[in-house]
């Protein structure tokens, strides 16, 4: 079992910046790559960056790109979405998940999940 559990959403006006942590802790040596979700109000869950486990690769959705950078600190055990120049549209819960079958960097499929932070974006 993985437990994930994020923090630092808030309020924030558009232009802002926030920055999310997702503290990971039991079997994290089975993790092989961790991702970003958001689902706003009335619409379905979206990817939003992924990173392996090494740090080695990223992936970001189209949405997100040039805006958000997504970092991990294995010492840790922590994984951070930089939000940069939010805009109303990021308007969300923002969800921490963890992979431990070792799939694709783009594949999201996830196994473990967290209960999401809240992030409001002000216009």
């Known amino acids: 079992q993985v437990q994930l559990v994020e923090s630092g959403g808030g309020l924030v006006q558009a232009g802002g910046s926030l920055r999310l942590s997702c503290a990971a802790s039991?079997?994290?040596?089975?993790?092989?790559?961790q991702g970003w979700f958001r689902q706003a109000p009335g619409k379905e869950r979206e990817f939003v960056a992924a990173?392996?486990?090494?740090?080695?690769?990223?992936y970001y959705a189209d949405s997100v790109k040039g805006r958000f950078t997504i970092s991990r600190d294995n010492a840790k055990n922590t994984v951070y979405l930089q939000m940069n120049s939010l805009k109303a549209e990021d308007t969300a819960v923002y969800y921490c998940?963890?992979?431990?079958?070792?799939?694709?960097?783009?594949?999201?499929?996830?196994?473990?999940w967290g209960q999401g932070t809240q992030v409001t974006v002000s216009s």
């Open positions: 998940a963890a992979d431990t079958f070792g799939r694709p960097i783009v594949v999201h499929t996830y196994d473990y």
């Open positions: 039991g079997r994290t040596f089975s993790v092989s790559k």
């Open positions: 990173i392996t486990w090494s740090g080695g690769s990223t």
